[in-house]
């Protein structure tokens, strides 16, 4: 899992710098290379943790190319990327994929990421403009999209209400109520609510942390 996470994490990352300026010229680069190379060996290893992975990276080389011009292939990107990071920990823990995607728990951290995703954009409209990309934020004003994007909080709600009790209590009081307190008053706090990066950070923090207890209670099997 880790020797497939650190080499798809290398492909995306290079990937992903090569067209972060869209007029540049593009070069073919060994971060592009060796992990698509090296890539057979845990395909062969591993299947069912490889073609997460493989899904993964494509999703985002998809993003790099193509996402970050037109907002609503940005969007879907990152909805789609939320539920396969999530699915990729499932098949970790030997869930098949196709049932992974499936679970509750996937659709709530599509929409987390996707609201994640819209927080980020918003955050970065001015330099993405520079650059000719036209996300959400640089179409309709960063601060406009910042508020817009609690809605896929919202609906991922109704997703998380269908998970098992431990992760809905845990996520909706560690991550979800958090977040909307962040929210609303970064909202009603700041005249430009988009450029608070400390936001970013709090979201990241929160569901990162609401994450790793969840996992901790798991593996100790505590009751509750």
């Given at each position: 899992?880790?020797?497939?996470?650190?080499?798809?994490?290398?492909?995306?990352?290079?990937?992903?710098?090569?067209?972060?300026?869209?007029?540049?010229?593009?070069?073919?680069?060994?971060?592009?290379?060796?992990?698509?190379?090296?890539?057979?060996?845990p395909i062969y290893l591993k299947p069912e943790l490889a073609i997460p992975a493989l899904l993964i990276t494509l999703n985002w080389d998809i993003y790099s190319i193509l996402g970050?011009?037109?907002f609503p292939f940005s969007m879907i990107n990152n909805f789609i990327g939320?539920?396969?990071?999530f699915s990729l920990g499932l098949s970790a823990a030997e869930i098949d994929i196709s049932r992974a995607l499936s679970r509750p728990e996937t659709f709530f951290f599509?929409?987390?990421?996707?609201?994640?995703?819209?927080?980020?954009?918003?955050?970065?409209?001015?330099?993405?403009?520079?650059?000719?990309?036209?996300?959400?934020?640089?179409?309709f004003s960063s601060d406009f999209w910042w508020k817009l994007s609690v809605f896929p909080m919202i609906i991922s709600i109704f997703f998380l209400l269908k998970t098992e009790k431990l992760f809905a209590v845990l996520f909706f009081a560690a991550a979800v109520i958090p977040y909307f307190l962040g929210y609303f008053s970064v909202l009603f706090l700041s005249k430009t609510p988009s450029k608070i990066l400390m936001f970013r950070f709090l979201c990241r923090g929160i569901f990162g942390s609401a994450?790793?207890?969840?996992?901790?209670i798991k593996l100790n099997n505590f009751n509750f």
């Open positions: 899992l880790l020797l497939l996470i650190a080499l798809a994490g290398w492909h995306i990352k290079t990937c992903n710098d090569m067209f972060e300026d869209k007029e540049g010229t593009k070069k073919m680069k060994t971060g592009i290379i060796i992990p698509l190379l090296l890539l057979p060996i970050k011009g037109v939320g539920a396969l990071h599509a929409f987390a990421m996707l609201c994640g995703s819209m927080h980020h954009d918003s955050y970065d409209a001015e330099e993405d403009q520079i650059r000719g990309f036209r996300t959400g934020a640089v179409v994450a790793l207890l969840y996992i901790f």
